[in-house]
């Protein structure tokens, strides 16, 4: 059992440490022991990787994943979902509710958490429903779920229509301290909608699903924080006023944080193109200011973090007509190369795309890792910031394939992957302990 690693003469990026510079980093013990800009002797015994033009970064944290075990094994499981992810150079998730056997009580919890063991490739942070079965009407009981290990409430999938039953969960809340994540759609609005309201949709004869079903969401919800001093997360913010709104509640100091899913600032509602499924999504793919409105953004702080809302989906979901088609797409494998489209095209600078796949999901839910300190858990993502790679979604880790990114070409790929010292991940393979 190899107890010590040296990375030698890598391009090292912690934000949240200030380190972005050429570095040796040891590991041992499963833990960061040294950041050392002179070169490190290699401690007996160690393993050796020479980093020489690669990134060193702390390990991606993905705050929006749906693996679909209990109920849905066909999709995705607990094992699958972590194999994808640190495929993607993802050494921690956290595990949507929204499984055919909701996670709303400790039992369900459990479940999630001991197949993560088994499945011993990532950390799998469950997050527990804020009402029973996701039904909106009854609280689920928060205290028994976070109890059993859960980070965050959320019925992500659904909004919580019900004004004081929301009220009540963000004042709730705050006695563990924990995030209430929100799916920001008001129904009413959103009712008998394919995909976003704007010129394609028209063009298609579609209903359209208009920007104002977040905006207005996320206006009440920031009122409702406000009186509530809780903790709100915004999911998957995907039009222009959401962002604006944010950033103004930012700014007075509310405890608001959100993220953005890569589709939402990669495509517009153009990708919909002839009622292409693999483009139906919830929230909708947005149109071009909105997608504008998302990288600022990404840039000034308003977003926290990069999530990918990896929903996994069978074929048979995907191949019916639009309307009928299933929202979402896989996004474990695919987020890397997106974040670092954004890196080439000047938008992001290397050290922010770290951050918004680190440092920012860590800091938004609390979690262990997302920077490199000496003492901080060995969760490391080793990127090959060059090399150009094409997207075979026939290659995936993960159980499904709904993708509309196959066949993309990316430049910058997840060489090794980390965790807790154990490389569970290098060129290409799986490293699993069983
Ligand atoms: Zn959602």
């Known amino acids: 059992m190899m107890t010590s690693v040296l990375f030698q003469r890598a391009r090292v990026i912690d934000p949240r440490n200030e380190v972005d510079g050429i570095r040796d980093v040891l590991v041992t013990d499963g833990r960061v022991a040294q950041v050392s800009e002179a070169p490190l002797t290699a401690p007996k015994d160690a393993r050796v990787v020479d980093a020489t033009g690669k990134w060193v970064v702390p390990g991606f944290i993905d705050l929006h994943v749906h693996l679909r075990e209990p109920g849905e094994e066909g999709k995705e499981t607990v094992l699958t979902g972590c194999r994808a992810a640190v495929a993607g150079g993802f050494t921690g998730v956290v595990a949507m509710p929204n499984t055919k056997v909701v996670n709303d009580s400790a039992l369900v919890t459990e479940l999630v958490l001991s197949r993560a063991r088994d499945a011993d490739l990532c950390h799998v942070y469950p997050a527990g429903a804020i009402t029973k079965g996701l039904k909106g009407e009854e609280l689920s009981e928060a205290g028994e779920l976070i109890g059993a290990g859960c980070v965050a409430l959320t019925d992500d999938g659904r909004p919580v229509m019900n004004a004081a ?158 309307e009928k088609g299933i929202n979402g797409i896989v996004g474990l494998e695919t987020a890397l190369g997106l974040t670092l489209a954004l890196v080439h095209e000047g938008v992001l600078t290397p050290r922010r795309a770290v951050e918004l796949l680190s440092e920012g999901p860590a800091r938004v839910f609390g979690l262990p890792g997302g920077h490199l300190a000496p003492g901080s858990p060995a969760d490391i993502t080793v990127v090959s910031p060059g090399e150009e790679w094409t997207v075979d979604a026939h290659r995936f880790y993960s159980r499904s394939r709904n993708t509309p990114f196959h066949g993309r070409t990316f430049k910058g790929r997840v060489t090794q992957t980390w965790v807790g010292g154990r490389c569970v991940f290098e060129d290409g393979q799986l490293k699993e302990s069983r």
Do not use: N, W
Request: hydrophobic content about 40%; overall charge negative.
């Open 165 to 322: 039953l929301m009220r009540r969960v963000l004042q709730y809340a705050t006695l563990f301290d924990v995030p209430v994540m929100v799916h920001e759609e008001d129904l009413t609005l959103s009712a008998g909608g394919a995909m976003h309201e704007g010129a394609t949709s028209t063009r298609l004869g579609l209903r359209g699903i208009p920007a104002s079903a977040e905006v207005a969401m996320v206006a009440r919800d920031l009122i409702l924080l406000e009186e509530t001093k809780g903790r709100l997360h915004v999911a998957h913010v995907s039009c222009e006023g959401s962002v604006r709104l944010i950033r103004e509640a930012k700014k007075r100091g509310l405890r608001v944080t959100c993220e953005v899913a890569p589709h939402h600032f990669t495509l517009d509602d153009r990708a919909v193109g002839d009622y292409d499924t693999h483009a139906k999504m919830a929230p909708p793919l947005r149109g071009d200011a909105d997608v504008k409105a998302l990288r600022e953004a990404l840039v000034d702080g308003t977003v926290d973090a990069i999530a990918t809302d990896h929903a996994p989906h069978g074929v048979s979901d995907k191949l019916v007509e639009f």
